[in-house]
């Protein structure tokens, strides 16, 4: 049981560089989201996704872009990472959209540091 | 806009019980969630609620009003392993279904022997 597999699990970045976060889901989940948490905070929204093709903005989507290609994937990119970036950052899915109520499938979380 | 309030921080005793309250000012509320987050893991879910009133799942019962835009997280028994983040966390939209969930900043509760 794969689940929703976030990669690197660990990345430190100096100002400035680009890198993309990996989201892989192998449930066929239309739904899939990224959340940054930063200490302290709940998660807060990024970008959304409701299908492939299809995406929105989140709570705070500057500095970030994201495709959504085919239904398994949902890359994250930063294209110009500055220390504000510096975060956790969670990737999530679910078979249905969030106001259902049903289960959100949640990855381990990425560590980001930008330098 | 959206606004979403919870306590930054509680303490409760092993064995008691502790309400972690949630208010929330938001456009288009569909429903809330309450979220079990321990220190460097992702959050695991506990509850949802959509309609008014309380609903009980063991040792967790979480309650709704819509009216008042305010919800609790309920914990009974309270167990060492309790020690953790508790997120509340709003569906909101539009005309239906909708994938937009917003979160609080989350009550980080210690519980103590």
């Known amino acids: 049981n794969a689940g929703v597999t976030q990669t690197p699990k660990f990345q430190v970045l100096k100002t400035g560089q680009s890198m993309t976060l990996q989201c892989a889901q192998d449930?066929?989940?239309?739904?899939m989201s990224w959340y940054r948490q930063d200490p302290g905070m709940g998660l807060r929204l990024i970008h959304y996704s409701v299908g492939a093709g299809i995406t929105d903005q989140g709570e705070v989507p500057n500095g970030y872009n994201v495709s959504r290609s085919t239904t398994e994937d949902f890359p994250l990119r930063l294209l110009s990472a500055a220390p504000s970036q510096t975060s956790v950052y969670f990737c999530?899915?679910?078979?249905?959209?969030?106001?259902?109520?049903?289960?959100?499938?949640f990855g381990e979380g990425s560590w980001l540091t930008v330098v | 806009g959206q606004n979403i309030d919870q306590p930054t921080e509680m303490t409760a005793t092993e064995g008691a019980i502790v309400q972690i309250n949630c208010t929330y000012q938001t456009s288009g509320f569909n429903g809330l969630f309450w979220y079990q987050q321990h220190a460097g893991e992702a959050p695991t879910f506990l509850s949802y609620?959509?309609?008014?009133g309380l609903e009980e799942k063991g040792r967790f019962s979480s309650f709704l009003s819509r009216s008042k835009g305010y919800s609790y997280l309920l914990l009974k028994e309270l167990q060492m392993k309790d020690s953790a983040s508790y997120l509340c966390a709003v569906t909101m939209g539009y005309g239906g279904a909708t994938n937009k969930l917003i979160f609080g900043t989350g009550t980080l509760l210690a519980v103590q022997p």
């Open positions: 999530a899915s679910s078979y249905s959209p969030v106001s259902s109520g049903n289960t959100i499938y």
């Open positions: 449930m066929n989940h239309e739904y």
């Open positions: 609620n959509v309609l008014d």
